[in-house]
């Protein structure tokens, strides 16, 4: 978090969202961070497309 | 009974049989809305004057033997955030507030084309985010939540303001909102239903759909707008079914999966009585009912869902950040920084997520016919800041499978209860199967509140 809050959005380039994350809840981040982590940790069969592919309810 | 209080289908035997004049119509759900706007507060915008002038023009063709289908002379209410031709189009928020569409959405054009009156937009959330709830009341208690975010939709068709309207779900804002103000409402699958000219919330996950007061009436509306659209690239080929066809009150031998985990954990107990009550009168009706397990990382699928929803926010605002930073509720700033701070890896690993969910899933669905669940944990929450809980509804807009909700009961307090069925993608006809078949044995979709004006 602390590593996010002293880069805060500057280094994404042409990005120019004008407040920082420094105003972003700690809770929010870390609740972010959570969810990134649990959904790495989802068992992956290596096939799976990251596609959310709508067309497959027509096969 | 009031003609405001009439169903779409009733509403338009009469006016087939020039037994109820569309004008008349019109007029009489006007005048509800003058009566309990005050204290509904369902409407971001009402255009009277073109509304009439519709109702008019529908008339006369009536009279002129021009029959356009079950729509023709029914009047609707549409979310703000569906494009409207000459009108403003706010999607709940002041960022870009003094929107006018040149031309209307997919859906608003072939409601019009039915025959449709529109008679203006309804509130919702910040661009049909979990933030700022509109100050829209529930009209079955108006201490009460409605639900959100089509907020104004649902509660405005409860208050007997129009005969249909239209939301739209990514969370839960349809099923729930429905659950919560006694309607009937689908959940199409994604890509049934077209989101051209809709302003999005999250394009993967995006559903449009309307609430009504019975599954007949529902499945009028999916037959008008359900459909390939060259417009929006993510709509189905597949051909357009007649939904009326589905109007059959027969479930015997069909089977209904009740879900092993995640809908019974932390549940209202009445929300939990009522369910019990619907499951024994499918039983009672001829249905099979058997347990079925989802994926176990059900609750990491929800959350690949969040993410996904906020990259895609994020992405979709960045030409106004200046203005929602400036106007905007503060947690949907958050909801901004958040999305902005997922890395393309982390954006591409919730979708894979998603897509192995939905697959997983599907395998479920396609062992039965649906599945069952309630519509939403607890009843309506008191106070309209929090405008509960998404959770038993966010699977499935999630991994873009149908769901039918409508009512299943009251408390004893008479606030409205919810059924939530489920079905493998393009299995609408099998969810109007189900409900109708309920609503011609039970009678709780035909409840009106008793709110009053001032």
């Known amino acids: ?59 | 009974m009031q003609l405001y209080d009439l169903t779409i289908a009733e509403a338009s035997k009469r006016i087939q049989a020039k037994d109820l004049s569309p004008v008349e119509l019109t007029h009489s759900v006007l005048d509800r809305i003058e009566a309990l706007e005050p204290r509904v507060e369902a409407w971001v915008t009402v255009v009277k004057d073109q509304a009439l002038q519709a109702a008019i023009e529908a008339e006369k063709e009536i009279c002129e033997g021009k029959y356009r289908g079950p729509l023709q002379g029914i009047p609707y209410g549409a979310k703000d955030s569906y494009y409207t031709a000459g009108i403003r189009t706010t999607a709940g928020s002041n960022v870009n507030g003094d929107f006018i569409p040149e031309k209307d959405g997919t859906i608003i054009s072939r409601l019009k084309d039915g025959g449709a009156i529109l008679l203006g937009k309804t509130t919702q959330t910040e661009y049909a985010f979990p933030v700022a709830p509109p100050s829209t009341r529930n009209p079955w208690n108006l201490e009460h939540t409605p639900g959100a975010s089509s907020s104004g939709s649902s509660a405005g068709l409860a208050a007997s303001m129009m005969l249909f309207s239209l939301g739209t779900q990514a969370g839960g804002s349809l099923s729930r909102p429905a659950a919560y103000n006694a309607l009937t409402t689908l959940k199409p699958t994604y890509g049934r239903v077209s989101r051209e000219g809709i302003i999005t919330c999250s394009w993967s996950i995006d559903h449009p759909g309307a609430f009504t007061r019975t599954v007949e009436d529902t499945a009028f509306i999916l037959q008008a707008i359900a459909g390939y659209d060259p417009l929006d690239p993510t709509t189905l080929q597949a051909p357009v079914p007649n939904y009326t066809n589905s109007l059959v009150n027969d479930v015997k031998g069909m089977v209904l999966g009740i879900p092993d985990s995640y809908f019974f954990d932390d549940i209202d107990s009445e929300v939990a009585e009522a369910f019990e009550e619907t499951v024994k009168s499918y039983k009672e009706l001829g249905a099979q009912i058997v347990s079925v397990s989802l994926p176990e990382y059900i609750k990491d699928a929800n959350k690949a869902h969040g993410i996904v929803m906020r990259a895609e926010f994020a992405t979709y605002i960045q030409k106004f950040y200046d203005k929602i930073a400036e106007v905007s509720d503060p947690a949907l700033i958050e909801t901004v920084q958040v999305g902005l701070l997922t890395s393309a890896v982390d954006y591409l690993q919730a979708q894979r997520v998603r897509t192995l969910f939905r697959t997983d899933l599907v395998k479920v669905l396609n062992g039965i016919d649906a599945m069952i669940t309630p519509a939403t944990p607890t009843p309506p929450p008191k106070g309209i800041a929090f405008t509960g809980s998404p959770v038993f509804n966010v699977p499935f807009s999630n991994s873009g499978v149908p769901t039918l909700t409508f009512p299943n009961g009251f408390t004893k307090k008479g606030l409205p209860l919810g059924i939530q069925l489920i079905a493998r993608p393009l299995g609408e006809e099998t969810l109007l199967r189900f409900g109708y078949t309920y609503q011609c044995l039970t009678n709780w979709h035909e409840a009106r509140p008793s709110v009053k004006s001032e």
Do not use: W, Y
């Open chain 1, 1 to 59: 978090v602390t590593e996010v809050n002293s880069k805060k959005l500057n280094l994404q380039g042409e990005i120019l969202f004008p407040i920082s994350t420094e105003v972003v809840k700690p809770s929010v981040l870390k609740d972010h961070i959570a969810n990134i982590l649990a959904i790495r940790n989802v068992p992956m069969r290596p096939e799976v497309e990251p596609l959310f592919n709508p067309k497959g309810g027509e096969q």
